[in-house]
């Protein structure tokens, strides 16, 4: 009892030292209302926070980008280093983007941050993407070529970042994406979209080496995380999506050349009402790369579609090449103590490649239940190797 009260005073003052050095190690406080912003919700303060960033950007040791409680406009905006130092977009106010329509040219970002060592974003702001003015224009559902809509937030070639208590809304297209970065932590983000909303995933990431998200509550209309090509080492804990598509791993093999994609643990997360759980999902193409490493463990489901699924079949508009089973090689892959209730009979899929066979797939402690009226939930696996063991509700496939 006293041993734990005394562990927590330390850890409480453990967080409010690290929390306060954080912000006093770096000295200089560059303030967007000193470089022209207004807060009225109207006037564009993008030349305001680009000015502030370049400012602190070339300050020796770096500096804080102060964005003061507030409703602020913002058009498209690209903060770049490399910086002298530290640099901490300290958002505390509520930044809206423009309205979509067809004038809005090529950006491809709203907020783009880039080539920047050491950076804290924080401070309980939110960015608000005026998605709905954009969903109408994305057609990407039914032409390949489609026009992409801008993403909320990216991150490009950013390493050593933590970005935490940042709420985001509605996008036009990904709220987040996370491209060629190294070590970035993301928690205690809140991102925001209606289920129906198209192509709005909550954070993308691909060529990445590093990346955890933990504490996090993410509801959108598409993939909740989703990895792309050169994605590693990757630890998401205590992350809870719905509704949405789930956690993604791919779509992987679209393109020749994929980089690996391996060192994965998602844990103690949940899913409510998603249409995927956690997902393994690579084209019917045949380009190669390898998928191995990878753990999902203590994970609730609730009401999802396909709570477990490694889908090698994938082929949405149906020209894929007709010999080409997929040339992913997926192994290693551990399901372990995932429990709750599925919302179709088959609530575990395995549908590997018929010529590279999944190899060392582990089901273990499996608990999910199907309430249908045509029976208990199945799992089907189709060209898998591994075993299960500890209780198998679905009975395992394996
Ligand atoms: C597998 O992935 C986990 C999670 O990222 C990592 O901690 C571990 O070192 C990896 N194992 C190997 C053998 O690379």
Redesign the pocket.
Known sequence: MISSLVRYVFLLFLFFSTTKSQITDVKNVFNVMSYGAVADGKTDISKAISNAWNQACQSIGGGVVLIPKGSYFVNPVELKGPCKGKMVFSLRGDLKAPIYDQSWGDADHWISFQYIDNFMMNGGGSLDGQGPSAWPYNTCARDPNCKKLPVSLRLDFVTNARISYIRLINSKNFHMNIFSCRDINLDHMQITAPGNSPNTDGIHIAETTGLRVWDSVISTGDDCLSFGPGT????ISRVRCGPGHGISIGSLGKNPNEKDV????VKDSTFIGTQNGVRIKTWALPNALNVY???FQGISMHNVENPIIIDQEYCPSGNCNPQGSSQVQIS?VKFMNIWGTSSSKVAVVLKCSESKPCREIELQDIDLSYQGKDGPAVSQCNNVKGVSYGQEQPPSCI
């Open positions: 590693k080492n990757v630890d391996e060192g994965f643990l490493n990878i753990t290693n």
